[in-house]
């Protein structure tokens, strides 16, 4: 028999559980015209927002950069563009394959009054319209297990960055999962993946990437850090 608190736990487990499969739904590569970005941002507003400031204070700790260039791959409306932006001196584009998360994007970016430092660009990670070593600081959070050749995006990315730059890319919510838990029963989830991690080592190799850290773990997520010799 379960106790109605403990059903009643395991339904909050269930329901968080459902959400975080439907962001991963709406989150397709195609970005197309079954990408519905508004019921997208809706749900990330409502459950999520509160992790990106964290976010992205722990990838300006961590990598030391606060000036120059930065790329915000698959930015989508611009949540961790926004946050890097307020807490540091960086020019970023915030860069998406879906031109209705784009336009949403300068909406959120105007709002703001940051229109003179974030550059909302429809572009594609394979194939991206910047000039090679061009980029002190390439982040993302959630685009990598979309990205359809990650041999091709990692060497893309490897291309862009500058000497001395860094990428800090991958899935979950770093630091900021604390933030989203602490009045939630989030903690025996763990969010589903499309790839695998041989097939992160192999594509990082392939791009002829040799300086990166891979971090792995179970609720802060999968990331991928990456400094350009």
């Not at 611009?78 to 879906?98: M, N, P, R, T």
Request: proline letters at 4%; a positive charge.
């Amino acid at each position: 028999m379960i106790h109605s608190k403990t059903r009643n736990n395991l339904n909050r487990v269930l329901m968080l559980t459902v959400i975080f499969f439907l962001v991963l739904c709406l989150c397709k590569e195609s970005r197309g015209s079954d990408f519905n970005v508004h019921e997208y941002d809706k749900i990330f507003r409502s459950k999520f927002l509160p992790a990106f400031p964290v976010l992205a204070k722990e990838i300006i700790d961590y990598t030391k950069i606060s000036k120059g260039t930065c790329v915000d791959i698959g930015c989508g409306p611009g949540y961790l563009a926004l946050e890097v932006a307020k807490i540091s001196d960086l020019k970023i584009y915030a860069l998406d394959i879906s031109e209705p998360a784009i336009e949403l994007a300068k909406q959120y970016i105007e709002k703001e009054g940051l229109a003179n430092r974030i550059i909302p660009i429809v572009g594609d990670v394979h194939k991206m319209p910047f000039e090679d070593n061009s980029v002190e600081l390439v982040v993302s959070r959630g685009s990598l297990p979309f990205w359809k050749d990650k041999t091709t995006a990692f060497r893309e990315i490897n291309r862009i960055l500058k000497s001395g730059g860094m990428a800090y890319i991958g899935c979950g919510f770093g630091a900021g999962y604390v933030k989203i838990t602490e009045d939630r029963e989030l903690k025996d989830r763990k969010p589903p993946k499309k790839f695998t991690h041989d097939e992160i080592l192999k594509a990082l190799i392939g791009a002829g990437i040799t300086e990166y850290t891979v971090v792995d773990d179970y609720h802060r997520g999968y990331w991928i850090i990456i400094r350009k010799l």
